[in-house]
């Protein structure tokens, strides 16, 4: 990540990459959207890792809601 972060974001982003995995986030078009200080974008792309081995997981699209509203929820 080049680009600063807020707690919310940082928090969201750990639980995404242990989750996910250090390897796939490095590659992750969400990674090049935040970046590239499109943080809306990016956070739209928590929406489509909810798949394992092909198939869409409920346990992965509540993960990726709670990540993505952690992740646009400002600093207080």
């Known amino acids: 990540v080049t680009v600063p972060l807020n707690?919310?974001?940082k928090a969201a982003l750990?639980?995404?990459?242990?989750n996910a995995g250090a390897g796939a986030f490095k590659n992750s078009t969400l990674l090049?959207?935040?970046?590239?200080?499109?943080r809306k974008g990016a956070a739209?792309?928590?929406d489509k890792w909810i798949y394992q081995k092909g198939k869409k997981l409920n346990g992965l699209?509540?993960?990726r809601?709670?990540?993505?509203?952690l992740f646009l929820t400002p600093d207080e």
């Open 7 to 9: 707690d919310n974001e």
């Open 14 to 18: 750990t639980s995404f990459i242990y």
């Open 32 to 38: 090049k959207k935040l970046n590239n200080g499109d």
């Open 44 to 46: 739209d792309e928590f």
């Open 61 to 63: 699209v509540d993960r």
């Open 65 to 69: 809601k709670k990540e993505k509203e």
